[in-house]
């Protein structure tokens, strides 16, 4: 028998309500080109959400990390269904997702206005954190984290506008400014 134990040793922290808010607000709802200091604002709004996200995502202990890496060694579909189905599997994709998200919006902060080609690498890198807002409800639920509402404890409503506003007036900024018309 695997017994499954948690590490729970989590910062409290408020509601991503209010970074959520402040993300759609650094978006300016895509309606004025992005300029570096406005590109700047951006990536450390995003960058302060998903510290937050981050920092209160519970981590699974080196034995259940264990067992979960053990388990995803297989090509049995019914183990596999079995195992994301688990509090443990969603716990490990949200921490993974997270640290993920931490790491490129602090490589995205470093790079704003340092070259249009590194900055929009960077940039469409960070659509990878967006890709589907229905699976991180789906483990923030599985993992007791949340209702999985995207307005909950773990505020999502800004993914939405999100991928539009990269691939649209952030790209199009960037590209302005390599062709030097800003």
């Not at 960077?122 to 807002?133: D, M």
Request: include cysteine; charge should be neutral; glycine fraction near 6%.
């Amino acid at each position: 028998m695997v017994v499954l134990a948690f590490c729970f040793a989590v910062p409290a922290a408020a509601s991503t309500l209010e970074l959520d808010k402040a993300v759609m607000s650094a978006t300016h709802f895509g309606t004025t080109p992005m300029g570096v200091a406005d590109r700047r604002a951006l990536a450390r709004t995003r960058l302060a959400y998903w510290e937050s996200f981050d920092s209160r995502i519970p981590r699974n202990s080196p034995t259940v990390l264990a067992w979960l890496k053990k388990e995803m060694n297989t090509t049995d579909s019914a183990r596999i269904s079995r195992l994301t189905a688990t509090s443990e599997y969603a716990l490990w994709e949200l921490s993974e997702t997270s640290t993920l998200c931490v790491e490129l919006f602090r490589s995205t902060n470093e790079l704003v206005g340092l070259g249009a080609f590194n900055e929009l690498y960077i940039w469409t890198k960070t659509l990878g954190c967006y890709v589907s807002r229905s699976d991180l409800l789906l483990h923030l639920k599985r993992a007791g984290l949340s209702d999985g509402k995207e307005d909950g404890l773990f505020s999502l409503q800004h993914f939405g506008i999100y991928h539009k506003e990269i691939t649209g007036i952030v790209a199009n900024t960037l590209l302005d400014e390599a062709r030097g018309s800003k």
